[in-house]
């Protein structure tokens, strides 16, 4: 039996998708529109006491991708949650937070986010599994939006089932935050996933983790109820890794989703987003 694919739900909100002929036969171009302010808005005023307002520039990332995929290969297309930790990337650049920092994406996808995070980084690493050609789609999908690209970029192989190589190792003792977006979607995965932030947190220097899930529901006869099978399965196996870890001490919390919507899309309930700090003894 063929394996089932899936296409994103973001495309039954917006219309994203451009008429561009793609590079890759098969893939379409989406154009997704965002707002990039240059500091956090404050109220100022004019030599004659009015209202000055300093207006974001409106502004496109441009996206090679797929439109439908199988399971394996969701990284292919633009998921909701992307948008989410854009937002955020948005607003902790603006504030200052990004400045001087090496920043890692697990699971990048398209590259979308790390896009975001390059405009104010010191450095990016861009990470991905080298499967179905997701590593070539980030580079090529680089080369589109190279304006955004402020910092030193480096696309490489992490798949969180696998050992890491020497490079990897060696670029993991410079990262200060890690961020990820709608990596799990399967208990395996999850799993994997977990197990890869345990080690990444346990290497020092200290690091901040952002990780943007969507709660995605299904009803089983189980439960008798609507559940989010792979979610409950995040939440458990972290804090069964943070309170068995003898290594370094975390501060495990869920943020609240109050800051400034800049990317075009539906911020959902089912969206959370946790922070994971480390301390490394």
Known sequence: MPELTVTSEIYEEYDYKTKRP?????????????????????AK???DKDLDIE???KEIIKIEHSARTELALVGLQVWRGAFLLGDLLIHLGISGKLSGKTVMELGAGTGLTSFVA??????VLCTDMDIGGILKLIKLNAKYNSKFIKSEFKVMH?????????DLANEMKRVDVVIAADVIYDDDVTAAFVATIQKILNTAPPKTLYVVLEKRYVFTIEHMDSVAPCYETFLA??????????????TVEQL???????FTYDRVKELVLWKITSKPN
């Open 55 to 57: 207006r974001p520039q």
């Open 158 to 166: 992490l798949d969180f089932k696998d050992k890491w190589s020497q």
């Open 118 to 123: 390059a405009l104010y980084a010191k450095k």
């Open 237 to 250: 196996l972290l804090d069964k890794v943070k309170t068995g870890n003898a290594h370094s001490t975390w």
């Open 256 to 262: 609240p989703l109050d800051f400034p919507k800049y």
């Open 22 to 42: 793609p590079n890759t036969e098969g893939n379409v171009i989406s154009e997704f529109p965002f707002l990039l302010p240059t500091s956090i808005v404050s």
């Open 45 to 47: 005023f004019d030599e």
